[in-house]
């Protein structure tokens, strides 16, 4: 019945339908069962009131400021973090020497629990906003620089070697293969660096911050208002959504060669 | 300044090379006191058994590798030679348009942008390929990519050409469409070439001169002439005696295959 899954193949519109069934089966139940008493209102308060609350946050305009300094942290966070790990990563993929120094460096700062830095951060940086982005920026660091790195390294042989033929040297070797070689990987890099400042951004404001989406979960938690947790997991993850598509944007308009769709037509 | 409008004739001495691959699972020796001499604008074939080193030579003449032994030399020449190599596949840059693949010798020459843009749309119009001039290459036919590939190397203006198996992957109808544009672009600036091929008709149809190859490790057996006038007739059937060529370089093709199959059995 279904067919086999490839890469290149599109998907239905009636599979978005299915996902979308789905989504609304499992609100429905949910909102049926806070109703009538099955779960507690107090943890799970039904979705009509999550959206309702929503709504009054919209409308007191605090929604827009929590989202502002989220997003603005975020963006810059994201913008310095993935920008260096750009820049670092094809430098590390084009340079043995730069590689082999700085490789056992990254391999032991990577795996490290960013939110664990982030007294370090406080202490150079002060309790502000610079610490704060920082920490978003070291998060988004890593998997741009690694995915870089690693997207820089696989390019095929002959593409150096045709290049190197025709007598191209450092710079042309930069714009003409290397960056749109590891392109792919940098995007994928960039979609995983997101995701990580998303995480980190709220965690940071939960800990020691007095706007922003994590600040208001923190406040809510506190003074037990679980449905503006609710609201504020909905705006996350509406967030989360948004920066998918505009990643998937970014990435057909800077690699036009990469295409599927017209391939397949 | 770019001079990329005239290449110089420029002969190729290859002198003594020799080559050995080495790795913790053995070492290879791929070509061994390897000399011969292409005259400048000559064309010559190389052919030889599979794993013979041929695709290694060509490569040690690009300056794509460098040989543990012996020299290349291009005499008469005070300066580098362009040497431009065609690859046999992957011959083109999948994120350029076919257009700014064909231009990136030039851009690489330092010619700006519209004159290359401009040069490199003549070239693939010259050769078809003037509605996929926009095309990114994975949107062309093998054989178009082949085709653009040639214009790629061609449009720079080498003095060298060095190409492996440039037609391997195209159907026989394909491959001698080719070979006429080849060799058309070839008449035109008759740069030197040296062009590696499987297929022994193939190269009697092309070159001045066919070195036979022998098996691993690589050494020339034997210079063929070609004895045929030019333009040449790609379907062979004006040219005489070349069914008499083909038998005798296949044969010696044949024992080099078999003594290298008997020397890696036990
Ligand atoms: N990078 C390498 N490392 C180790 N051995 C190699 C390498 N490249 C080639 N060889 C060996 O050198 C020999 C010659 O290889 P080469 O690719 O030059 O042969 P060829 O004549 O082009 O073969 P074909 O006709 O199949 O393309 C082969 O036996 C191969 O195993
Ligand atoms: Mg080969």
Same mark, same amino acid.
């Given at each position: 019945?279904?067919?086999?899954?490839?890469?290149?193949?599109?998907?239905?519109?009636?599979?978005?339908?299915?996902?979308?069934?789905?989504?609304?089966?499992?609100?429905?139940?949910?909102?049926v069962?806070?109703?009538?008493? +099955?779960?507690?209102?107090?943890?799970?308060?039904?979705?009509?009131?999550?959206?309702?609350?929503?709504?009054?946050?919209?409308?007191?305009?605090?929604?827009?400021?929590?989202?502002?300094?989220?997003?603005?942290?975020?963006?810059?966070?994201?913008?310095?973090?993935?920008?260096?790990?750009?820049?670092?990563?094809?430098?590390?993929?084009?340079?043995?020497?730069?590689?082999?120094?700085?490789?056992?460096?990254?391999?032991?700062?990577?795996?490290?629990?960013?939110?664990?830095?982030?007294?370090?951060?406080?202490i150079?940086?002060?309790?502000?906003?610079?610490?704060?982005?920082?920490?978003?920026?070291?998060?988004?660091?890593?998997?741009?620089?690694?995915?870089?790195?690693?997207?820089?390294?696989?390019?095929?042989?002959?593409?150096w070697?045709?290049?190197?033929?025709?007598?191209?040297?450092?710079?042309?070797?930069?714009?003409?293969?290397?960056?749109?070689?590891?392109?792919?990987?940098?995007?994928v890099?960039?979609?995983?660096?997101?995701?990580?400042?998303?995480?980190?951004?709220?965690?940071?404001?939960m800990?020691?911050?007095q706007?922003?989406?994590?600040?208001?979960?923190?406040?809510? +938690?506190?003074?037990?208002?679980?449905?503006?947790?609710?609201?504020?997991?909905?705006?996350?993850?509406?967030?989360?959504?948004?920066?998918?598509?505009?990643?998937?944007?970014?990435?057909?308009?800077?690699?036009? +060669?990469?295409?599927?769709?017209?391939?397949?037509? | 300044?770019?001079?990329?409008?005239?290449?110089?004739?420029?002969?190729?001495r290859?002198?003594?090379?020799?080559?050995?691959?080495?790795?913790?699972r053995?070492?290879?020796?791929?070509?061994?006191?390897v000399?011969?001499?292409?005259?400048?604008?000559?064309?010559?074939?190389?052919?030889?058994?599979s794993?013979?080193?041929?695709?290694?030579?060509?490569?040690?003449?690009?300056?794509?590798?460098?040989?543990?032994l012996?020299e290349?030399?291009?005499?008469?020449r005070?300066?580098?030679?362009k040497?431009?190599?065609?690859?046999?596949?992957?011959?083109?840059?999948?994120?350029?348009?076919?257009?700014?693949?064909v231009?990136?010798?030039?851009?690489?020459?330092?010619?700006?942008?519209?004159?290359?843009?401009?040069?490199?749309?003549?070239?693939?119009?010259?050769?078809?390929?003037?509605?996929?001039?926009?095309?990114?290459?994975?949107?062309?036919?093998?054989?178009?990519?082949?085709?653009?590939?040639?214009?790629?190397?061609?449009?720079?203006?080498?003095?060298?050409?060095?190409?492996?198996?440039?037609l391997?992957?195209?159907?026989?109808?394909?491959?001698?469409?080719?070979?006429?544009?080849?060799?058309?672009?070839?008449?035109?600036?008759?740069?030197?070439?040296?062009?590696?091929?499987?297929?022994?008709?193939?190269?009697?149809?092309?070159?001045?001169r066919?070195?036979?190859?022998?098996?691993?490790?690589?050494?020339?057996?034997?210079?063929?002439?070609?004895?045929?006038?030019?333009?040449?007739?790609?379907?062979?059937?004006?040219?005489?005696?070349?069914?008499?060529?083909?038998?005798?370089?296949?044969?010696?093709?044949?024992?080099?295959?078999?003594q290298?199959?008997?020397?890696?059995?036990?």
């Amino acid at each position: 019945m279904s067919r086999p899954d490839r890469p290149c193949s599109r998907p239905f519109p009636k599979e978005r339908l299915v996902s979308a069934a789905v989504l609304f089966g499992v609100l429905a139940l949910w909102e049926v069962a806070a109703r009538a008493g +099955w779960v507690s209102r107090l943890f799970f308060p039904p979705p009509s009131f999550i959206v309702q609350t929503l709504g009054r946050m919209a409308w007191s305009g605090q929604l827009w400021t929590d989202l502002g300094y989220t997003m603005g942290r975020l963006g810059a966070g994201l913008f310095l973090g993935a920008g260096s790990g750009l820049l670092l990563g094809w430098l590390m993929g084009a340079s043995r020497p730069v590689r082999l120094a700085l490789d056992p460096l990254v391999a032991a700062l990577h795996p490290m629990p960013k939110l664990a830095l982030f007294p370090i951060f406080l202490i150079l940086l002060g309790i502000g906003e610079a610490s704060k982005v920082a920490l978003l920026a070291l998060a988004a660091f890593f998997p741009m620089l690694i995915n870089t790195l690693a997207g820089v390294r696989q390019i095929d042989c002959v593409y150096w070697e045709l290049a190197a033929n025709y007598g191209a040297r450092r710079l042309a070797m930069l714009r003409r293969v290397i960056l749109p070689g590891s392109l792919p990987m940098s995007m994928v890099g960039l979609r995983l660096a997101a995701n990580n400042v998303l995480v980190v951004a709220i965690a940071v404001e939960m800990l020691s911050a007095q706007e922003g989406l994590g600040a208001t979960i923190w406040m809510a +938690w506190q003074t037990l208002h679980t449905e503006e947790l609710y609201a504020m997991l909905a705006v996350i993850g509406a967030v989360g959504i948004c920066l998918h598509f505009i990643v998937e944007r970014v990435t057909r308009w800077l690699m036009p +060669w990469n295409n599927r769709e017209t391939r397949n037509g | 300044m770019y001079n990329m409008m005239t290449n110089q004739a420029t002969d190729l001495r290859v002198d003594s090379l020799s080559m050995r691959y080495s790795s913790p699972r053995g070492s290879v020796d791929a070509l061994q006191g390897v000399s011969f001499h292409v005259a400048a604008g000559e064309f010559v074939a190389l052919v030889g058994p599979s794993g013979c080193g041929k695709s290694t030579l060509l490569r040690i003449v690009a300056g794509l590798q460098s040989p543990d032994l012996g020299e290349i030399a291009f005499p008469g020449r005070q300066t580098a030679p362009k040497c431009r190599f065609v690859f046999q596949n992957h011959a083109l840059f999948p994120w350029m348009t076919v257009r700014d693949n064909v231009a990136f010798g030039l851009e690489m020459d330092g010619m700006p942008g519209a004159e290359r843009r401009a040069l490199a749309g003549e070239q693939l119009a010259a050769l078809g390929l003037a509605d996929f001039m926009d095309h990114y290459p994975h949107e062309l036919s093998g054989g178009m990519c082949q085709r653009a590939a040639i214009a790629q190397a061609f449009v720079t203006r080498p003095d060298v050409l060095l190409m492996d198996e440039p037609l391997r992957a195209l159907d026989a109808q394909m491959r001698m469409v080719i070979q006429e544009d080849l060799l058309a672009l070839w008449e035109r600036t008759r740069p030197t070439v040296l062009y590696v091929t499987h297929d022994i008709e193939e190269a009697l149809l092309l070159a001045d001169r066919v070195l036979v190859m022998s098996g691993r490790p690589g050494r020339i057996r034997e210079a063929v002439e070609v004895p045929f006038g030019r333009p040449r007739d790609l379907t062979g059937r004006n040219h005489q005696g070349i069914e008499e060529l083909k038998w005798r370089i296949w044969k010696m093709l044949e024992q080099e295959v078999k003594q290298q199959l008997h020397m890696s059995r036990p």
